[in-house]
Each structure stands twice: as C-alpha cells, then as structure tokens.
C-alpha cells in the first residue's frame, strides 16, 4: 500500500491504478491486521494479570491470521505488477535487507557489551525498522527509476 501512494503521478503511466483495485486480501488484511495488533498489544499490555499461559498466548496471536492475509495480497500484488514495477519492489529489498542486518548486528553486539532493557529493545519495538528500511529503499529505487 506504502508503495501506491508513493509511486508519483506520471501520465506516461497507463497501468498506474488506484488503490481500490488492489487485492482484496491486501485493502482487509491490512486495516484488520493493524486493527487487532494495537488493540491486543494494548490489552496485553494493560492487563498483565489477565489470562495466563495457552490463552494468553492465544490472544497475543489474534493478529497473525490477518498479517498473513496481508502478506498473501501483497504477494498477489507483486504478480500484477510490470517488470519495471518488479524491479523496483527487488532493489527496495535489496537495499532494506543489508540494513536490517546491520542494524540487528549493531543491536545484538550492543547487547554484549551492555545489556539492553527489553521494554525498550524487544522485538515488539524492533520491527517498524525493518518498515523504515524497505520505505527508505522504496524511495531510492523509485527515485532511481523515476524518468524511465
């Protein structure tokens, strides 16, 4: 979704399509799963007397089933899409990869030398890097690909 509202208006363009007629598993998944993440995540945190164990863990996995919808339309998408299109998607994973593994070496070396407290560093606070890189590599392989 990040990438339709940032691929720049270009009337050259004639596939350029409007985010109504991405996937439906891709336009649901992603209101649903981000919906129920805060909301759990919320709750969970609020609440650490509530259930315990197997339910619990339960309710921490609401979520997943509509992250993984997401990513099934987010897949799809990618099948849609031009070669072009394509390339742009690889080189924005082909910068985001090398600087999550940065990053997360970075972090774990840190976490040697000092340990880092979870409730700042865990994995829940992690994880909107990995988002950042693939914007940052998105913006460079569309800026790279812009005139073309």
């Known amino acids: 979704m990040l ?3 940032l691929v720049p208006a270009n009337p050259a ?3 350029r399509r409007s985010l109504r007629t991405l996937h439906p598993a891709l336009l649901w998944g992603f209101p ?3 919906t129920t993440y805060f909301a ?3 709750w969970l945190e609020g609440n650490p007397g509530g259930p315990d164990g197997a339910a619990r863990v339960a309710v921490a996995l609401l979520p997943l089933p509509f992250f993984l919808l997401m990513l ?3 897949i799809r998408e990618l099948g849609r899409m031009d070669e072009m299109h394509r390339r742009i998607q690889f080189e924005a994973l082909a910068i985001a ?3 999550v593994l940065v990053f997360l070496m970075t972090l774990g070396l840190v976490e040697v030398a000092r340990p880092l407290d979870p409730r700042n560093w865990g994995f829940r606070h992690i994880w909107p890097f990995l988002i950042l890189s693939y914007s940052v590599g998105l913006a460079f392989a569309m800026r790279r690909y812009r005139d073309q």
Do not use: T
């Open 32 to 34: 649903l799963w981000a």
């Open 97 to 99: 990869f090398p600087v």
């Open 13 to 15: 363009m004639s596939d």
């Open 40 to 42: 759990v995540r919320v």
């Open 72 to 74: 099934l339309g987010l």
């Open 3 to 5: 990438y339709y509202r």
